[in-house]
């Protein structure tokens, strides 16, 4: 094929789609505290009912909500206590009409009661009496048996990621280990004969493997496992070699660097030589991120990102996480945070080509303003500094100040 002939940027979105269609990591069953942050590999459903009986949520006096009815400050309903619900026991106090019974929050509600009335609304003359001066209505202050789940109903679908609160509904139902999909595991090969570890020395015409640190952490943060490869130096044997590990290693492999059209770059060469279908596309009408490379090897995803940080930090955002998504087997489609801004200046840009901007976010009077952050993407200060992207489509040739823009947030930035 000829490489290096751009595609959209959502024509390459969508060939990872297609290509990772069905691909998903293998299951494992971890114990429920390890469960968080992993997206089940199959449906759980409840074993009991939640609550497993109808209890209160206010301290107060369990009746039947019908004795109530017409009772004000002025004419109060007349109850006759008969008991006390204690707290973590079983209660056989059974109500008839005019009767009511002592309960705290949490606590049984007995049977014939259907509604709580709060201690504010009640008055005992003596502990035998009663006095309630509001109506209250069916079911209040009280959660029925099974209402907050249903004996047999899911808890979690497959797909899903457990979050936190998912985690304390598996608990609630005695569920102590959960079937989920392994991390992706990823290899980074950083290439480049310019390159040097990050704790040697630097000497003339030598920068330090900042892609390596940067996409690891980023990877990590979406749940990955990575394994950093080392740093390749620009011999075909050698990345081949380490190419070839990586992709019987891991189930994802992204290449730093050697994505260009230089002769030194042997990424095309070297995924084709490992198996078909081998390249799928090689650039992207993109900036920053042109030269971007994906193809697959033995059923798994191979990308080629840019050496300079910032386009592959771009890439990775709009390619590589889609991709870690349906290799997770995630169910939900994926949702950016999002927010809009109003544009501090001018911006232009090239139609045909979907351009990303780093921009400075600031609030005030209820509205953001974006200000745009320029630089070439080979500066890692232009992401740092960054409180979010914002995105020119294609069909833009440039976007006017007082314009309201999307703008992707990145980490923590609100």
């Keep these: 094929m000829d490489f290096f002939q751009c595609i959209p940027l959502r024509e390459a979105q969508a060939i990872i789609v297609k290509e990772l269609s069905g691909a998903v990591v293998a299951s494992e069953r971890v114990p429920l505290v390890d469960a968080l942050g992993r997206v089940a590999a199959e449906a759980i459903s409840a074993a009991e009912n939640l609550p497993p009986f109808s209890r209160s ?14 009772a004000s400050e002025a004419a109060p309903s007349l109850f006759s206590v008969v008991g006390e619900v204690l707290m973590g026991e079983s209660t056989d106090i059974e109500l008839r009409p005019g009767q009511a019974a002592v309960i705290p929050t949490g606590g049984m509600v007995p049977v014939g009661a259907d509604a709580v009335v709060m201690l504010e609304y009640a008055e005992q003359p003596d502990h035998h009496t009663l006095l309630i001066a509001k109506m209250i ?60 570890e990050i704790d040697g020395p630097v000497r003339a015409g030598q920068i330090r493997d900042v892609n390596s640190y940067a996409l690891g952490a980023l990877f990590t943060e979406w749940g990955c496992r990575v394994t950093r490869m080392g740093i390749v130096r620009d011999s075909y044997e050698k990345f081949y070699g380490a190419l070839a590990q ?25 995924i084709d030589g490992l198996g078909a279908p081998g390249v799928l596309f090689h650039g992207i009408a993109i900036k920053p991120g042109k030269p971007t490379i994906f193809g697959m090897v033995k059923g798994k995803p191979v ?14 955002e709009q390619l590589v996480k889609p991709a870690v998504r349906l290799l997770s087997g995630r169910q939900k489609p994926l949702e950016r945070r999002v927010v809009q801004a109003s544009l501090s200046r001018n911006v ?50 440039g976007v006017y100040e007082g314009e309201s823009v999307p703008v992707l947030l990145l980490g923590d930035a609100d």
């Design 137 to 196: 209505a069916p079911g209040e202050n009280v959660v029925l048996k099974g209402e907050d789940i249903a004996s047999g109903s899911p808890i979690v679908q497959g797909g899903q990621t457990i979050t936190p609160a998912r985690i304390g509904l598996l608990a609630a139902n005695g569920v102590t280990h959960a079937q989920v999909r392994k991390a992706v595991e990823v290899a980074i090969i950083s290439t480049g004969d310019e390159l040097v």
């Design 246 to 270: 990586a992709v019987e290693a891991c189930d994802m492999v992204v290449i730093s660097g050697g994505s260009s059209v230089g002769a030194r770059d042997f990424t095309v060469k070297a």
């Design 348 to 397: 232009a840009s090239s139609p045909g080509r979907d351009d990303f901007v780093g921009v400075r976010l600031t609030h005030e009077a209820g509205r953001y303003t974006a200000t745009p952050i320029f630089g070439k993407s080979g500066l890692i200060r232009w992401m740092a500094e960054s409180d979010g992207v914002m995105h020119i489509p294609a069909d833009k040739s």
């Design 57 to 70: 949520t206010v301290d107060g006096f369990a009746v039947r909500s019908a004795d109530t009815f017409g």
């Design 303 to 316: 990308f080629g990102l840019p050496g300079h940080p910032v386009a592959a930090m771009t890439v990775s």
